[in-house]
């Protein structure tokens, strides 16, 4: 694989400084902004990133935006300060400080149970969901996990421990819609990007963004669109500039559209974040409040947020006392590599916070190590890039986890570059004999290979370990169903499938031919092969399959998605 466009890209970091803004405050200068202007170009080409926008706050406001780099390299198109970044998790802190208005006016108490309001189906099986409050939602202390299937399991009783959920956001969403009589996007429009003067932000796509909107890159340069989410997400779906970000970071400090009490409230830990199984440094430091992450310094507490869409990734950071403050975007899968340098380019000190997120460094041995063996099998093939990874695990200081190896295997997986991930997780194995991760990971490198039995093996291997494993029974039965199939095709009339035809949401299928092609929103299309009448599996995604529902009367209004993780998802049909 050919990668022309990065050098090119960094020449232009350099000179491709466009709409750089300075807003008041001129006389008194707490950060040397010309040295900004140098430094960030650096650190966005060691951490591979393309594309950035950052603002930093000074006293309560904006006092330095600026833009980096390009909106997508193949174009050269810089980047400006009105750019539209997809703000992922940072969504989360916009829909608690709305939640918090709400309080504050009395239309909505935190601790009234969620259920009392609007029951949820997905949790009807478990009669402990009924204790669970917006405050335990804005606090992640559900027991609700991130994301979850038809049937959400709790992972602790609620209110006795932090697990962060996306889940318990979504919910809370729906209560609050459903309250209001008014959608995620009207009332956000109507609590916050109105009255702040948010003028580039918004839940839901918006056509004007079209001409303006970054590309993520993964760190092979491989593009991928920004999602024009139709539907407003409370954990996820912000679309925004660091510019308008700020304006709400402002809000926070200087208690603009919430009243101090409540502004307290939201920045006052509710529950520590430690986790007992992966124990940091950071455990003692970092807590949670209500819509903000909160880091522990002399003064009190700073407040923080990230974000982290694939290769869209967000970080916010501000300290109360004393109104200070930093937003970025980038879009890059590394684009929190430099999270650490940024933060102190705020206030230098220790940021328990980003040890506790434990993203990897831009500068990182093993981090470099990874990058070195990527860009081997990229450019030289899969027999250099398992030769490279042999002179990295022989030297201590760039030795790799097995996560790394893991994660290392898997996106040469996604490359297509199946010899060198096999290969590098064969001589892990040998190491981690034990390792029921690693025998996971490798079980899905040869899935997605379309090596079933050895797949099926390596599960079969698991369950030696651990004969209890539900995960490896059930991916044994989901390989097993694609396994039958090899052997004996299953015929669906063209009849039926034109049936199956049309646009379920974001997902819309195709008959061409007499073969039924599928493709979400902004991803690749697939051929579908049948697994039964309804049962479809995806040539080239062997981790999907999706599932038509057939009505009494043999009409389709709704397609399941199923993962072999266990968890699926539905849409009903919109045409």
């Not at 969504?91 to 608690?96: C, L, N």
């Not at 049937?151 to 209110?159: A, H, S």
């Not at 916070?353 to 190590?369: E, F, I, M, T, V």
Request: hydrophobic letters at 40%; glycine letters at 6%.
């Amino acid at each position: 694989m050919k990668i022309s466009s990065s050098k090119n890209y960094f020449a232009l970091c350099y000179i491709m400084i466009p709409m750089i803004l300075f807003i008041g405050k001129t006389n008194a200068q707490f950060i040397d902004t010309s040295s900004l202007e140098k430094q960030i170009p650096k650190l966005m080409e060691s951490g591979d990133t393309p594309g950035l926008s950052i603002s930093f706050i000074y006293n309560g406001d904006t006092y330095w935006s600026a833009a980096f780099g390009t909106l997508n390299d193949s174009l050269q198109t810089p980047v400006n300060r009105t750019s539209i970044f997809s703000a992922a998790s940072l969504s989360k802190p916009v829909f608690a400080y709305m939640v918090m208005r709400l309080s504050e006016r009395e239309e909505f108490n935190l601790d009234t149970p969620l259920s009392s309001l609007l029951l949820n189906p997905r949790m009807e099986h478990d009669s402990r969901y009924k204790k669970i409050t917006a405050r335990m939602v804005l606090s992640h202390m559900t027991g609700l996990p991130n994301w979850g299937g038809d049937e959400l399991k709790l992972r602790f009783d609620p209110g006795m421990g932090f697990d962060y959920s996306g889940e318990g956001y979504v919910y809370l969403q729906q209560v609050i819609e459903s309250i209001t009589e008014l959608s995620l996007e009207e009332l956000a429009r109507k609590e916050v990007f109105e009255p702040l003067n948010m003028h580039n932000t918004s839940f839901v796509w918006q056509e004007r963004f079209t001409d303006n909107v970054v590309y993520g890159k993964d760190w092979a340069w491989k593009v991928s669109n920004l999602t024009h989410y139709k539907e407003p997400n409370a954990s996820f779906s912000l679309l925004t500039t660091a510019e308008d970000y700020s304006k709400f970071v402002c809000a926070v400090l200087n208690h603009t559209g919430l009243g101090t009490r409540h502004i307290e409230l939201m920045l006052s830990p509710q529950h520590s974040v430690h986790r007992p199984w992966r124990p940091t440094e950071a455990d003692d430091y970092v807590y949670w409040g209500l819509g903000w992450g909160l880091q522990k310094i002399d003064e009190g507490w700073a407040f923080f947020h990230w974000g982290d869409n694939g290769p869209f990734k967000a970080y916010v950071l501000a300290y109360p006392r004393q109104k200070l403050g930093v937003v970025y975007f980038a879009n890059s899968h590394d684009g929190l590599s430099f999270a650490n340098d940024i933060a102190a380019m705020l206030k230098d000190e220790k940021h328990y916070a980003l040890k506790w997120l434990n993203y990897s460094r831009h500068d990182n041995p093993q981090r470099l190590g990874i990058k070195k063996v990527k860009l081997a099998a990229l450019t030289e093939g899969s027999e250099r890039a398992i030769s490279v990874f042999r002179e990295i695990q022989g030297m201590s200081e760039s030795k790799l986890t097995a996560d790394d190896i893991g994660n290392l295997a898997e996106f040469l997986s996604a490359n297509k570059l199946d010899t060198a991930a096999l290969k590098i997780m064969e001589i892990a194995l040998n190491e981690h004999t034990n390792s029921v991760d690693m025998y996971n990971r490798y079980a899905g490198i040869l899935l997605a290979a379309g090596k079933y039995q050895e797949a099926i093996s390596s599960h079969q291997i698991i369950l030696e370990i651990e004969p209890d494993n539900d995960n490896a029974l059930r991916q044994i039965e989901w390989i097993r169903q694609r396994l039958a199939v090899e052997n004996q095709d299953v015929e669906v009339a063209t009849k039926q499938l034109a049936l199956y035809a049309g646009d379920y949401g974001p997902r819309h299928f195709r008959l061409k031919n007499g073969t039924l092609f599928y493709q979400r929103e902004g991803n690749p299309e697939y051929r579908m092969i049948p697994l039964s009448q309804v049962l479809f599996a995806l040539e080239g995604m062997e981790t999907f399959r999706l599932r038509f529902e057939l009505e009494g009367d043999g009409r389709v209004n709704k397609v399941t998605g199923l993962y072999i993780n266990g968890s699926s998802d539905e849409n009903n049909r919109t045409n």
